[in-house]
């Protein structure tokens, strides 16, 4: 039988991003799959307190956290072997089938917390290959000029879907109870299977590699055979490595060898290695703060939950503001020196946060914390984008991943029995320090500092 294929895109037929339909699939995609998370983990959160003890619930909660952290660094070696297209279609249709399944479970009976555990364990576990695949995808859908922009819509994704996510979730709850936002969590998911299996991949560069010690282009002999078949005319997408004895040598290579090989890339890249460090500074300051101290700080001040609410929301249009600059722009000069000013400026703030003498200052400090940390945040995304050779990404999202959903979720209760220990002023401000070091470290690494976005 005949496949019918999909034509690569080709550099020639770049464009902006947020004008290429290509683009708008991926986008379109990943919108869907990430609102359907959030009205999953929404479900996953009022089953397993209907079902068990608080206490019982937050186990549930976070029984996913584990495989995720544990795997990652092995779903970013599968994302980097199979193609990441490939890996996230099939973790997108597992985590639908699964997420569907247990829907159908609790509309028949009350099977308990056992599913829902059982649920949350194999949605950590495919979430470990997922977010690698999610995180090296980009590279392979526009040209290297658009991933600051395409960084930045991906930015106002999460933030569109952190806002509907939550009240779909609820309105599931509503109407059905957990079973029904199950079932609307598992066909949103479905909804990106179709539009990522329509987004084409373009080819990834054969002719220039990165020297990991130098991070200088070095040549690559261009007399290796024409005539071999690529993974995208076979209906694949592009591999990492060259065609013929190189790729047949990369082919041979077990997924151990190819994670140690992942591992020794960043150990020797000049700014993916410095970056990393900061990125890990600035979540582990940050976390913590933000999910539970200001929760503790808004109960201090009588602020209440609606006074939260609003704080939320002001880092949050700070966050979306930052997003699209970088979507309108696509480009901002000086992209290391920007993004360490931004870090540094954002401690600041998060320090000054607890000392907000009202609400409507703490509002305007949030706004001011959301804006510098999202502009950080995307600038360093971008930059991991655009330094690592895409033959890497899958590995090097899933370091980054491990950094922002393994160890900086740890900083919570840590954050919070030190705020009952010390209060909250000094935890912010401590807080604060961690994360201005991230910004320290990208003004100490020469290469990291002088980073620039390619036009």
Same mark, same amino acid.
Do not use: K
């Given at each position: 039988m005949t496949a019918t294929l999909i034509p690569p895109v080709h550099a020639a037929a770049d464009k902006p991003a947020h004008r290429d339909s290509n683009v708008l699939r991926w986008l379109g995609a990943y919108t869907a799959s990430m609102v359907g998370d959030n009205v999953y983990y929404l479900a996953l959160s009022w089953a397993a307190v209907q079902a068990g003890?608080?206490?019982?619930?937050?186990?549930?909660?976070?029984?996913?956290?584990?495989?995720?952290?544990?795997?990652?660094?092995?779903?970013?070696?599968?994302?980097?072997?199979?193609?990441?297209?490939?890996?996230?279609?099939?973790?997108?249709?597992?985590?639908?089938?699964?997420v569907l399944t247990v829907a159908a479970l609790l509309f028949a009976a009350s099977p308990g917390l056992w599913l829902l555990a059982l649920l949350a364990v194999l949605f950590g576990t495919v979430d470990a290959v997922f977010?690698?695949?999610?995180?090296?995808?980009?590279?392979?859908?526009?040209?290297?000029?658009?991933?600051?922009?395409?960084?930045?819509?991906?930015?106002?994704?999460?933030?569109?879907?952190?806002?509907?996510?939550?009240p779909l979730g609820g309105l599931g709850v509503a109407l059905g109870g957990a079973a029904a936002a199950f079932g609307l969590a598992?066909?949103?998911?479905?909804?990106?299977?179709?539009?990522?299996?329509?987004?084409?991949?373009?080819?990834l560069?054969?002719?220039?590699r990165t020297d990991v010690r130098t991070d200088l282009p070095t040549d690559v002999p261009t007399d290796v055979p024409?005539?071999?078949?690529?993974?995208?005319?076979?209906?694949?997408?592009?591999?990492?490595?060259?065609?013929?004895?190189?790729q047949d040598t990369a082919c041979r290579a077990t997924p151990w060898q190819d994670l140690r090989d992942g591992l020794r890339y960043l150990r020797g890249h000049r700014v993916l290695a410095p970056l990393l460090v900061a990125i890990a500074l600035g979540d582990l300051g940050f976390v913590g703060p933000l999910n539970v101290g200001l929760t503790l700080l808004a109960e201090q001040r009588g602020w209440g939950a609606s006074?939260?609410?609003?704080?939320?929301?002001?880092?949050?249009?700070?966050?979306?503001?930052?997003?699209?600059?970088?979507?309108?722009?696509?480009w901002l000069?000086?992209?290391?020196?920007? @993004?360490?000013?931004?870090? $540094?400026?954002?401690?600041? &703030?998060?320090? =000054?946060?607890?000392?907000?003498? !009202?609400? #409507? %200052?703490?509002?305007?400090?949030?706004?001011?914390?959301?804006?510098?940390?999202?502009?950080?945040? @995307?600038?360093?995304?971008? $930059?991991?984008?655009?330094? &690592?050779?895409? =033959?890497?990404?899958?590995?090097? !999202?899933? #370091? %980054?991943?491990?950094?922002?959903?393994?160890?900086?979720?740890?900083?919570?209760?840590?954050?919070?029995a030190a705020i009952g220990w010390w209060g909250t002023g000094p935890v912010f401000v401590t807080s604060a320090t961690v994360c201005g070091l991230g910004g320290v470290v990208v003004l100490c690494s020469g290469p990291l500092r002088r980073a620039q976005l390619p036009r």
């Open positions: 003890t608080p206490s019982q619930a937050g186990l549930v909660m976070a029984v996913s956290a584990v495989p995720r952290a544990l795997l990652m660094l092995g779903g970013g070696v599968v994302a980097d072997r199979f193609g990441p297209r490939r890996v996230v279609i099939g973790s997108d249709a597992v985590r639908c089938a699964a977010m690698p695949a999610v995180g090296a995808l980009p590279a392979r859908v526009t040209g290297r000029d658009q991933l600051a922009r395409v960084q930045g819509m991906r930015g106002l994704a999460i933030r569109f879907a952190n806002v509907v996510g939550a598992g066909l949103l998911i479905a909804v990106s299977v179709p539009l990522l299996v329509s987004v084409r991949m373009r080819d560069p054969t002719d220039v024409t005539d071999v078949p690529t993974d995208v005319e076979a209906g694949g997408e592009a591999g990492p490595h060259p065609m013929g004895a190189a006074g939260m609410g609003w704080v939320l929301s002001g880092f949050g249009a700070g966050a979306g503001v930052a997003a699209l600059l970088l979507t309108v722009r696509g000069p000086h992209a290391g020196r920007v @993004a360490a000013a931004s870090i $540094l400026a954002g401690s600041v &703030a998060i320090g =000054a946060l607890a000392y907000a003498p !009202s609400l #409507v %200052a703490a509002v305007g400090t949030a706004l001011l914390v959301g804006l510098l940390a999202g502009l950080s945040g @995307a600038l360093c995304g971008a $930059l991991l984008q655009t330094q &690592a050779d895409p =033959a890497y990404l899958g590995r090097v !999202s899933s #370091v %980054a991943g491990i950094v922002s959903l393994g160890f900086a979720p740890l900083s919570m209760p840590l954050s919070a």
